[in-house]
């Protein structure tokens, strides 16, 4: 019954509301951090209460199974890190969802045909070590251990150090072992106003982290024409960013920068700003940043400065399975089937498996920020609908492991 849905839901969400919230609402889930890993003991003890054992792959990414004990067949699942003073949805809907899924399934005296594992994966967002989607790119090859071992947090703390081994890296067998995944997500803008909607493709995106290079000097006694202020030639840069962004119908944003020595009476010596660039396909994106790097460039030596770009986190365009869309679009009541600009685990899956996500309205459109919100109405429509996709995927699945063929 929907009334009893809606209150579990209510029930489990409130379980993790209090869970790594800072005083203005938002959320300090980075990865590995004492909230996250309360959260990563929250999953235990959700899957321990349904008979689901527990497994991780050595990269930081957890799978609990409702099936033959082995991880496998249809995979779903999300993320519980967060952005710096992130939502609460952005993730951990995904994993409430499929585990409340799986009870609705069960209520039902459904019985999967294949497996069904709900995933956790690690580091989604890249908020502490850069690198967005970290857990699944290791889990698929997409990015070496040892790189990944070495990248550092804030705080100087490498991968390595946190973990205490290098991550295992690629498990292209156990990554076979999956028919499909499908992420249930919060969308992330304004673009759905059904309660749920199938999700077509990913806009590509990337990290650039730009370093620029001046002078360091006094505020007070350095002549306006003999300074070699970076602080310049990086406000240059975010309003040059914008520009080309708008030009070409895609997102720049800068959103975090760093100044040395960030005093207020000092000239900065360096600036360094992170550039966060996304477009509706790759040619798009890579002339945009290509542009962006040649004006900045040129401003730089009119400043007397240097300026580097260094790509940290680059993800290509990702169309999900179109088949697969839409046969769960038909499934669903014909619900929208939308492209989105955020980034998921479920793109860098769908390199290696056919992949799909379902998104639950977001009514004001926020995300990333304390304000982002769904209804209980919502995401209980998410719930089910989710359920209905598990049960017509682990009962007929989208590969044929003996011939290896993906089926529409
Ligand atoms: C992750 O949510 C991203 O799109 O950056
Ligand atoms: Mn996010
Ligand atoms: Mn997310």
């Given at each position: 019954m929907v009334s009893d849905l809606l209150h579990s839901f209510r029930e489990v969400w409130a379980q993790l509301s209090?869970?790594?919230?800072a005083p203005d609402g938002g959320?300090?889930?980075?990865?590995?951090s004492p909230a996250e890993i309360e959260l990563r003991d929250w999953f235990h003890a959700q899957a321990a209460a349904r008979d689901m054992p527990v497994t991780s792959d050595g990269n930081g990414n957890l799978f609990a199974t409702?099936?033959?004990?082995e991880p496998g067949g249809v995979l779903t699942g999300s993320h519980f890190d967060s952005v710096?003073?992130?939502?609460?949805?952005?993730?951990?809907l995904g994993i409430v969802s499929a585990f409340l899924a799986v009870d609705v399934l069960r209520s039902r005296g459904f019985q999967p045909v294949r497996a069904i594992t709900v995933a956790a994966f690690a580091?989604?967002?890249?908020?502490?070590?850069?690198?967005?989607?970290l857990g699944s790119r290791l889990l698929t090859g997409a990015i070496d251990p040892e790189r990944a071992a070495a990248l550092t947090d804030r705080d100087g703390l490498s991968l390595g150090d946190v973990l205490g081994v290098v991550p295992h890296g690629a498990r292209p067998s156990f990554v076979a072992r999956f028919d499909a995944y499908v992420e249930l997500h919060v969308e992330?803008?304004?673009?759905?106003?059904?309660?749920v909607g199938v999700a077509s493709a990913i806009w590509p995106h990337g990290r650039w982290r730009f370093d620029v290079e001046g002078e360091g000097n006094h505020a007070g006694t350095t002549l306006m024409s003999d300074r070699r202020d970076p602080m310049l030639t990086y406000a240059f840069t975010v309003l040059a960013a914008n520009k080309e962004a708008r030009l070409r119908g895609g997102h720049a944003t800068v959103g975090r920068v760093e100044v040395?020595?960030?005093?207020?009476n000092a000239i900065p010596s360096g600036v360094r700003g992170w550039l966060d660039a996304r477009a509706a396909d790759d040619e798009t994106l890579a002339a945009m940043v290509e542009a962006l790097a040649k004006k900045a460039t040129e401003r730089a030596g009119r400043d007397g400065t240097a300026i580097r770009f260094t790509a940290e986190s680059t993800t290509g365009e990702v169309r999900f399975d179109e088949g697969l869309a839409a046969r769960l679009a038909t499934l669903l009541g014909d619900v929208p089937v939308l492209p989105t600009g955020a980034g998921h685990d479920a793109g860098v899956l769908s390199a290696h498996l056919p992949t799909a996500m379902l998104f639950v309205r977001n009514?004001?459109?926020?995300?990333?920020?304390?304000a982002e919100s769904a209804t209980d109405d919502d995401c209980a429509a998410g719930v089910l609908a989710l359920a209905r996709v598990l049960e017509e995927l682990s009962g007929r699945p989208?590969?044929?492991?003996?011939?290896g063929v993906a089926r529409a």
């Open positions: 209090g869970i790594g919230r959320y300090l889930r980075f990865a590995w409702w099936g033959d004990g710096p003073h992130g939502g609460a949805y952005d993730g951990p580091e989604e967002e890249g908020s502490r070590f850069g690198v967005a989607c992330q803008g304004r673009a759905l106003g059904s309660p040395v020595p960030n005093a207020t009514p004001t459109g926020v995300s990333h920020a304390p989208l590969v044929d492991h003996d011939e």
